[in-house]
């Protein structure tokens, strides 16, 4: 049986190299059949990253059978895995978040999970001396990914570790590492083919707080006024993702990467205070600057109150 390998839904470029990587090295040096696979269109960076290493689109699978087997990179939550996760029979997880529970395996299995910025990070640290044999479009979805889970380095998850790692791939390709991040930021950037619906979920996860459930959303741009500038209708087709997604609110960062802050959009009183309790924000008018905030997993989720 063929392998699958996966990250989770709404796939981000971590997402969508990571399961390249690992299934390249469970083909080529562990002599394992398996294939790569995504939960939901890539985001432009995803699609950018795929496109510069000469990737084919992966495929898109909506669930799994009962004892298909998979690795989980880049998440250990049920709720961004498919829903028969539990069916699967998951041979390994490999990620950089926080342990969440409720995954349910067929037998014992190995679990990597280390505080690094990026799962491609641990990939190479797990590979040992075997990383050196990665082909050129392989070393170059793992620069892209450990790229794009630190925003060059800025964001306050990054580790001395992912940097090492930046360095010797960025060198074995002969990239330039600054030039590099502009051309990903810029087409992580290039958001306005995007339905306000697609922009809210496409690097967004679900995360409950005292009992109210939020769909926690960030855009990471260069040209934070391309989403901005649609602050209105957003906000308006925040209730329509809301009861669609059975959450009780949408929370929508907009990360400007070059001036190292977020701005957060406030429709309503239930968002005005969760900025105030949260970041300690004043907040006048349907929209807060939170200074220095970049990261989901390190400064907003960990934040949270209502």
């Known amino acids: 049986m063929t392998t699958l390998v996966f990250g989770h839904k709404s796939p981000d470029t971590d997402s969508t190299g990571s399961p390249l990587v690992w299934a390249w090295y469970l083909n080529e040096v562990k002599g394992v059949d398996a294939k790569p696979v995504l939960l939901g269109q890539p985001n432009t960076e995803a699609a950018f990253m795929l496109n510069r290493w000469g990737?084919?689109?992966?495929?898109?699978?909506?669930?799994?059978?009962?004892?298909?087997?998979?690795?989980?990179?880049?998440?250990?939550?049920?709720?961004?895995?498919?829903?028969?996760?539990?069916?699967?029979?998951?041979?390994?997880?490999?990620?950089?978040?926080?342990?969440?529970?409720?995954?349910?395996?067929?037998?014992?299995?190995?679990?990597?999970?280390?505080?690094?910025?990026?799962?491609?990070?641990?990939?190479?640290?797990?590979?040992?001396?075997?990383?050196?044999?990665?082909?050129?479009?392989?070393?170059?979805?793992?620069?892209?990914?450990?790229?794009?889970?630190?925003?060059?380095?800025?964001?306050?998850?990054?580790?001395?570790?992912?940097r090492e790692v930046v360095a010797a791939l960025a060198a074995d390709l002969g990239v330039n590492v600054t030039e590099y991040a502009a051309e990903m930021f810029a087409a992580k950037s290039d958001v306005s083919a995007f339905s306000d619906a697609e922009l809210i979920r496409m690097d967004s996860k679900e995360y409950e707080v005292d009992g109210t459930k939020f769909r926690v959303s960030v855009l990471e741009t260069t040209a934070p006024e391309i989403p901005l500038n649609r602050k209105a209708s957003l906000m308006e087709?925040?209730?329509?993702?809301?009861?669609?997604?059975?959450?009780?609110?949408?929370?929508?960062?907009?990360?400007?990467?070059?001036?190292?802050?977020?701005?957060l959009l406030v429709p309503n009183d239930l968002v005005k205070g969760v900025a105030e309790k949260s970041f300690g924000a004043s907040v006048e008018g349907d929209a807060v600057v939170l200074p220095g905030i970049m990261s989901r997993k390190k400064q907003i989720i960990p934040n949270l109150k209502v």
Do not use: W
């Not at 909506?62 to 041979?91: F, K």
């Not at 479009?137 to 925003?151: E, F």
């Open 55 to 162: 990737f084919d689109m992966l495929d898109i699978i909506e669930d799994v059978a009962d004892d298909q087997a998979c690795v989980v990179v880049d998440t250990n939550n049920p709720a961004e895995l498919p829903a028969n996760i539990n069916g699967a029979d998951v041979q390994a997880i490999i990620d950089h978040h926080k342990l969440v529970g409720g995954l349910e395996t067929k037998g014992p299995i190995d679990i990597t999970i280390r505080p690094l910025a990026c799962t491609a990070t641990i990939m190479y640290d797990l590979m040992g001396d075997d990383a050196a044999k990665m082909p050129e479009n392989i070393k170059g979805a793992a620069l892209t990914c450990i790229l794009s889970d630190t925003l060059e380095f800025r964001s306050p998850t990054t580790t001395d570790r992912d």
């Open 237 to 263: 087709t925040f209730k329509t993702v809301a009861a669609e997604d059975g959450v009780d609110e949408v929370l929508l960062f907009v990360v400007d990467i070059l001036k190292e802050e977020a701005t």
